[in-house]
């Protein structure tokens, strides 16, 4: 019988799972921008709101906001 610490082996969880939990837990809000789930402008809203929090992934770093 093999043995593994906590978190090392085994069935990985589901990574909505995480996130849901994340969530529930936390009130971490874990979205991927184009989540088909949403409408478009739930999907724009998300798009926005990551871009004012931590910058276009367009734009150079070190520029200012």
Partial sequence: ??????GYGGDRRPP???KR????AQR???IEA?????????????RQLGEKLYGD???QA???P
Avoid at 34 to 46: F, Y
């Fill in 57 to 59: 992934k367009h734009k």
């Fill in 1 to 6: 019988m093999r043995w593994a610490p906590r």
């Fill in 28 to 30: 971490v809000l874990v």
């Fill in 34 to 46: 184009d989540d088909e789930r949403l409408t478009w402008p739930e999907r724009e809203l998300v």
């Fill in 16 to 18: 909505e799972d995480i």
């Fill in 21 to 24: 939990q994340g969530w529930q």
């Fill in 62 to 64: 070190g520029g200012s």
